[in-house]
């Protein structure tokens, strides 16, 4: 297993942005992808976006307008950015990485995030 | 945006029974498709990608078949471990991934 943390408030308020950073270990973050995926309460999984380690994205179109992924490949971490959240938000949001696009191998834990005032 | 319909929703069976779960596509997805097994409080785990073969350390009693727009994920002897909510998964047509709505094996 390929441990990953998220980080990043649990709790965000209506019309702000959401963010949360993942820290990658064991495996080097170059020639992988790394993707954010999330579940919310009661749903399904719902594939948000991925980055290359080269810095190549690509967005769920559902959200494509709200979502930003980024990467520091010297902190070994990628971030996720959601802007103008809403109840319908609020989720658990895994940070997951493969060594291709087609799959997810490893999974961080989830957080809850909750988008509330 | 390719659309994956599984079925049951909720599978009741007993540990030793043999579980199958189905996945159907909205279009072809070819042999694209991942299993995925969700237990509560856990992160999902990868049991079967490219249809059919079994992501490392994955138990021989999980397997999977199928292609096209209709795959199979069979469970041959149900352990009290394996009792989760299972999810496919198609990589085909991309963006974006799509899941599936899962199946729960509960305990009958």
């Known amino acids: 297993q390929v441990p990953l943390q998220e980080s990043g408030p649990r709790l965000v308020k209506p019309s702000e942005t959401l963010s949360l950073t993942c820290s990658v270990s064991g495996v080097f973050i170059s020639d992988h992808y790394w993707s954010w995926i999330r579940q919310s309460p009661g749903k399904g999984l719902e594939w948000i976006g991925h980055i290359y380690y080269d810095g190549t994205t690509n967005y769920n179109p559902s959200l494509k307008s709200r979502v930003a992924i980024s990467i520091d490949t010297s902190k070994n971490q990628f971030s996720l950015n959601l802007s103008s959240v809403t109840a319908a938000d609020t989720a658990v949001y895994y940070c997951?990485?493969?060594?291709?696009?087609?799959?997810?191998?490893?999974w961080g834990q989830g957080p809850l995030v909750t988008v509330s005032s | 945006e390719v659309v994956l319909t599984q079925s049951p929703a909720t599978l009741s069976l007993s540990p030793g029974e043999r579980a199958t779960l189905s996945c159907r596509a909205s279009q072809s997805v070819y042999t694209c498709l991942a299993w995925y097994q969700l237990k509560p409080g856990q992160s999902p785990r990868l049991l079967i990608y490219q249809a059919s073969t079994r992501a490392t350390g994955i138990p021989a009693r999980f397997s999977g078949s199928g292609s096209g727009t209709d795959f199979t994920l069979t469970i041959s002897s149900l352990e009290p471990d394996d009792f989760a909510v299972y999810y496919c998964q198609q990589c085909a047509n991309r963006p974006p991934a799509t899941f599936g709505g899962g199946t729960k094996v509960e305990i009958k």
């Open positions: 997951v990485g493969a060594p291709n696009e087609y799959y997810f191998d490893y």
